[in-house]
């Protein structure tokens, strides 16, 4: 998984082009590994940011980990910078600081409990522990982001185990997403069930189980778990990019849409670099609300 001699990383199948993504909608795109790019009626969302080839201790060239299998589907410098930056936990895969030195120190940072120390360059960067949420208004657009509470854990050394690890529940007038970071099974996911309106969409990892069942849960048990959210759709992330653990790398996917047989206009994109859309039909009015209050002087 270090030193495998296998070259540079393979191009995704598909690329996205985020200018073409509408601001009355939830649409998005996963561009590797756990980094979503979200447009979330208008207010842009980066979880996770990695982009570079390998991650692990150490500074570009000798970083001491994975390689990439698979390119980012886009660089920072293909998109609009994000209005936030979400980090589901410290582990070199989700938070990497070569990455984030890539955007502008003026962005606000989600993070989790206890790792502010991590990503000191920022200027605002809000910790939450599991149930906490902050409210951000980026060009003043509202967006409410709670902490919710997974099945990993969080050191990113043998010495740090003090440090948090979340998932996020993201919400915007009467829409919800649920960025689940990393996870085993829980049956936490499942007190999302009372939110007044179903949850929209689901992101949620379903790699590098075997033989970590106990810190990352399998595609089927991802999808239990949306089930158990009652979340409308299902995007997958944490697989095809970096080989974390034994099984091939193609059959998190394959699991996955087998797991989806009976419900596949859930499953919005699988592969890295789709553009996934959320269909809107079941609230007819929040893109009229979102246009409404957009508007200047709304």
């Known amino acids: 998984m270090i030193f495998d001699g296998r070259g540079a990383p393979a191009r995704p199948a598909a690329r996205p082009d985020p200018t073409n993504w509408s601001d009355l909608g ?12 979200l447009n979330f009626f208008g207010v ?29 589907a886009l660089q920072p410098v293909d998109f609009s910078p994000p209005d936030v930056i979400i980090l589901s936990h410290a582990h070199f895969d989700h938070l990497d600081t070569a990455s984030l030195r890539k955007f502008s120190r ?13 990503i000191r360059r920022f200027r605002t960067v809000h910790e939450l522990d599991w149930g906490q949420s902050v409210t951000l208004a980026p060009r003043g657009k509202p967006i409410r982001i709670t902490a919710l509470e997974v099945a990993h854990w969080g050191a990113r050394t043998i010495r740090d185990e003090h440090r948090g690890y979340n998932g996020y529940l993201l919400e915007r007038g009467d829409r919800s997403v649920v960025f689940a970071g990393d996870t085993a099974y829980t049956p936490a ?16 990892p379903i790699a590098a189980y075997d033989p970590w069942i106990r810190a990352h849960c399998s595609p089927e048990q991802a999808a239990a778990m949306a089930e158990a959210a009652g979340a409308r759709t299902f995007v997958p992330i944490h697989h095809e990019t970096f080989k974390l653990s034994a099984e091939p790398m193609d059959q998190p996917a394959r699991r996955l849409r087998a797991a989806f047989t009976h419900a596949v206009h859930r499953l919005l994109a699988v592969s890295v670099g789709e553009t996934f859309s959320v269909p809107l039909s079941g609230h007819a009015n929040s ?12």
């Open 26 to 37: 939830i649409t998005g795109s996963c561009l590797g590994h756990s980094t979503v790019l």
């Open 44 to 72: 842009t969302l980066l979880t996770d940011p990695v982009f570079s080839k390998r991650v692990g201790p150490g500074f570009a060239p000798f970083v001491l980990g994975p390689k990439r299998y698979l390119r980012p």
């Open 106 to 118: 003026d962005t606000p940072v989600v993070t989790a409990r206890a790792t502010r120390d991590l």
């Open 189 to 204: 996911f499942a007190r999302l069930r009372d939110l007044p309106q179903p949850l929209d969409l689901m992101l949620m």
């Open 287 to 298: 893109a009229a609300t979102f246009s409404a209050a957009t508007r200047p002087g709304a």
